[in-house]
């Protein structure tokens, strides 16, 4: 199997256990609950309160038509992973419906069934946005927004799920209306805290003088590149090379750890980068 294939398979892993925590999420947290922090799920919430359709019913019509709707608009910019990541998250949820019957909350603490409800729907959320998906639902209707006008989406969409989770207030109670609003502003920090950490990467500058082992190293092992400079030492005057390569948190410490078997008086410095662009790591 090549590399693209490698990544192409993980990314869909990655978003099949994003989609699996959101729905988990929402099902086991947020419908019990009623906490509706805006979102298809959110929506499906609300009226599977005051109809005779379940949530998951609602989630999963609301999906098709938003789906349906993105191809009319966008066509292919809808996206294949989007598709795949809304229709698996209605079918999870309309199996969960079926099979594990929830008469009410989990448990009897609500604040802590809050907290689970966001960890876990964050969490997904930002494995599934960190491999360019979506959910679908209202994601699709930001980006009708963004190609016919000059709305700010993040502005537009951020107002859409205020005015849902409002709603649980008339539909629910206040108590649940002050949870869905906490919610809602919390799910947006904890997204992107993830989306962060799950993108940071290590810079190395190395300065030796065994630098054709490391680059080889870097680019057999690592399989990432590495730019090499010359580098002249002002208090000893000895001529070195510089090694630049950036590498993902878990190849860092394999890295550090190589260099320093291979050259112990190695010059070191590694830094933190939020995000890389590039062969290997993200597209543009």
């Excluded at 019509?61 to 938003?66: Q, R, S, W």
């Excluded at 964050?122 to 190609?147: M, R, Y």
């Excluded at 107002?159 to 108590?175: G, L, N, R, Y």
């Amino acid at each position: 199997m090549n590399y693209k294939k490698e990544n192409k398979v993980l990314s869909f892993v990655c978003m099949t256990v994003g989609v699996v925590l959101l729905t988990v999420g929402v099902y086991f947290f947020k419908i019990p609950n009623g906490f509706s922090t805006g979102g298809v799920s959110g929506i499906g919430t609300l009226l599977g309160k005051i109809t005779s359709l379940t949530p998951g019913m609602w989630i999963t019509i609301i999906n098709v038509l938003l789906l349906l709707v993105g191809f009319v608009f966008l066509g292919k910019e809808t996206g294949v992973k989007t598709v795949y990541c809304s229709l698996l998250f209605s079918l999870l949820t309309w199996v969960l419906e079926s099979v594990v019957q929830l008469p009410g909350p989990v448990t009897d603490q609500k604040l802590l069934e809050l907290i689970y409800a966001m960890l876990l729907t964050s969490i997904g959320s930002a494995l599934i946005f960190n491999f360019g998906a979506s959910s679908g639902g209202t994601d699709i209707v930001a980006l009708i927004l963004k190609k016919y006008s000059k709305m700010d989406v993040g502005k537009a969409l951020l107002c859409t799920d205020f005015i849902i989770a409002s709603c649980s207030f008339f539909v629910f109670d206040v108590q649940t209306g002050l949870f869905s609003l906490l919610g809602l502003f919390a799910k947006a920090f904890i997204v992107d805290g993830v989306i962060e950490n799950l993108n940071t990467c290590k810079y190395f500058i190395v300065i030796t003088t065994e630098y054709e082992t490391i680059a080889q190293y870097i680019i057999n092992e690592l399989h990432h590149s590495a730019t090499i400079n010359d580098a002249v030492g002002e208090y000893t005057q000895s001529e070195k090379k510089m090694i630049h390569t950036v590498c993902r948190r878990i190849e860092a410490l394999k890295l550090k750890e190589k260099v320093t078997e291979v050259d112990s008086n190695a010059f070191i410095i590694i830094t933190t980068s939020s995000e890389i662009i590039g062969r290997g790591f993200r597209g543009v």
